[in-house]
Every structure is written in structure tokens, then in C-alpha cells.
């Protein structure tokens, strides 16, 4: 079944959950904070930090005025997040929101008590253990998913449909991504019945793009499926330029596409960062994270490169031409 429109789907409505705390700061007239943590770059995230401050400006803040800002990024240091969560905790925000999985699972470690909001992440929120159940998460977390292992079936499945003597892929995961282990697992349960050979090849920094592709070059795969994943959202030139080198047809979101990839599907992320600005509005309102329900993307698009297609010799068939949001000439 194509997902073709996105709808974010409102919360239902939620019994208000004062808090004291919330409240009483809000008398007193202080600011509010709002603590980001991101582990990648700031500047690499500078499109989803624009979407969240409008999102926020469409609740009527006003930034240095109602609300102020936080920013701690371990520009892509991992080991860096759990202190730069402990700093953000210790200068007492009064909600945190985390880009991407990474951030979150050390911001969880760092607190239990301050709000938590995740934009949107692919990874399972409810396997990994960081809410109850997605109609109350219950604890400090909230915020979207986006069916990441479902997202990354459907990749595979295109795949196949553009390309349909294809038997090797490459999937590209990022070890650190709490989420990549379970969806690497289920993946592999669809690859077989797509009669695809999966091989995992694993990328955690920068510095080790140039030599996991050129593994891939010599395994002799057959195209690259591409996780979601904040590493590979800051660096999709970098990742489209390596799958150039060998040639090789690549998968993976709209930022990947636009870098230069043969097919792009998934969320509208920008979107999601958006509209995660109600999360924080009702949170500073006094609502109880644990009482908002997690929202669930349902609009995919599927994106595809003309001029990539080109270069490599592929033509989309008719059917997936019409099934696509945007082609990029």
C-alpha cells in the first residue's frame, strides 16, 4: 500500500495536568527555557532549528522575549551527549527536546523529571523502552515516530520496483542509533521474501565514509539503502557523492534525493519539527508529557532523481513516475 499524503495527526484531546512549578515561574514572570540537544552539528541542523522556532512563534513566543534557548550540540561526538544532557539538566530547563534518537536516549539517562520531546525519530519508541504505550507514554517522553522499520521496507520494495534484477544491497545503519539492531532484524525478514541478500555495513563518522563505500564497491553490491539517521541527514552530499563514485543507485530520504540519490521515501521531517512546537507549548502550559499522546506520521513521499537516473542508465517505470510526489530534473 503507497502512503502518499501526510497528515500529522492531532493529540486528542487530553484532561488539562496542572503543575505547580510551570505555574508559578509563569506568575513570577521568568522565561521559560527551552534546552536542544543535537548530536551532530547546530549548523548542520539549522533547517529543523528554523522549523521548531517557527513553530513556536505560531504559539505567539517570541524568542529572547517569552522564551529562550538553550543549544548544546556534540557535533558529532557521541560520547559527548550524556555531559552536554547533564549541563542542560543542571541549568534547569524546563523542557528538553532532543534531535534525533541519539540525543534523546542521553537525555533520558541524564533526567527523569524534566519534559522530553523528540520532533520526530524512526526508531521504536516502545521496544527501546523510553514510553508505555503511545497513547500515554507515561514518564517524561513524548513526542512523534515515523515507522522507521516500516519506512525502510517500503525502501526496499522500490527498490525492487525500479530495479527489479537487483539481489545485493548495502544498508547503511548507524551502530549508535538505539533503533538499528531491531530494524536491521526485520528488514532482513522482508528482504527474503523480496528474494534480496542484505549485507550491514556500519557508519558512525564522517571520517569513515570513503572507506565503508569503498567496501561497498568491492562487495559488488547492487544499490544502498540508507537509514534514517541525523548523521547521514547532515551529510547527504557527502554520502550522494560516494554513491556517485561507484555508481551505484542509493535509497534513503528527500535529503538524500535532493543531494543527488537515485529515490528518496519517508517523512516530511521538517514538518514534524514544526508542528512539535505544540508539544512544548502545552508542556510549558503545565501539561504532563507523560499524558500526551505520541503522534504518528502518516505522510510519506517518494521522491526521485531524473538526472541521477540519467547518469546511471535508469529509467523509472511508468508506474512508479506516477506514484511519485516530485522528480527531480
Request: hydrophobic share 45%.
Amino acid at each position: 500500500m503507497w502512503m502518499r499524503r501526510i497528515f500529522i495527526l492531532a493529540i486528542p484531546g487530553v484532561a488539562l495536568t496542572t503543575s505547580p512549578p510551570l505555574l508559578s515561574q509563569s506568575v513570577q514572570g521568568k522565561v521559560p527555557r527551552i534546552g536542544i540537544l543535537i548530536a551532530e552539528s547546530a549548523a548542520g541542523q539549522s533547517d529543523r532549528l528554523a522549523a521548531l522556532r517557527a513553530g513556536l512563534a505560531d504559539f505567539g513566543y517570541k524568542e529572547g522575549r517569552t522564551v529562550a534557548f538553550e543549544i548544546r550540540s556534540a557535533e558529532g561526538h557521541y560520547d559527548r551527549l550524556a555531559p552536554l544532557a547533564t549541563e542542560l539538566v543542571r541549568a534547569k530547563v524546563d523542557v528538553l527536546v532532543a534531535f534525533g534518537i541519539k540525543a534523546l536516549t542521553a537525555a533520558k539517562g541524564a533526567t527523569g523529571q524534566i519534559p522530553l520531546v523528540i520532533p520526530a525519530t524512526s526508531s521504536d519508541l516502545l521496544a527501546l523502552g523510553l514510553i508505555r504505550s503511545l497513547a500515554r507514554p507515561g514518564g517524561n517522553v513524548t513526542g512523534s515516530t515515523t515507522f522507521g522499520s516500516e519506512v525502510m521496507a517500503k525502501r526496499l520494495e522500490i527498490a525492487k520496483d525500479v530495479l527489479p534484477r537487483i539481489g545485493r544491497l548495502a544498508v547503511i545503519l548507524n551502530p549508535a542509533n538505539a533503533g538499528s539492531g531491531p530494524m536491521f532484524l526485520k528488514l532482513e525478514v522482508i528482504a527474503r521474501s523480496l528474494k534480496l541478500e542484505l549485507q550491514k555495513f556500519e557508519l558512525r563518522r564522517l571520517e569513515q565514509f570513503d572507506s565503508t563505500f569503498a567496501s561497498i564497491g568491492k562487495a559488488r553490491m547492487d544499490a544502498v539503502v540508507v537509514q534514517d539517521d541525523t548523521l547521514f541527514a547532515v551529510n547527504a552530499r557527502a554520502l550522494a557523492e560516494q554513491a556517485a563514485k561507484i555508481r551505484l543507485p542509493m535509497i534513503g530520504d528527500r535529503n538524500l534525493v535532493e543531494a543527488g540519490s537515485l529515490i528518496g521515501y519517508g517523512r516530511n521531517e521538517l514538518a514534524l519539527y514544526h508542528s512539535s512546537a505544540h508539544y512544548v507549548d502545552r508542556i510549558l502550559k503545565g501539561m504532563s508529557p507523560g499524558d500526551l499522546p505520541i503522534e504518528q506520521a502518516t505522510r510519506f513521499e517518494l521522491w526521485l532523481n531524473g538526472r541521477t537516473a540519467n547518469t546511471l542508465g535508469i529509467q523509472f517505470p511508468e508506474a512508479i513516475r506516477m506514484r511519485a510526489d516530485n522528480i527531480i530534473q
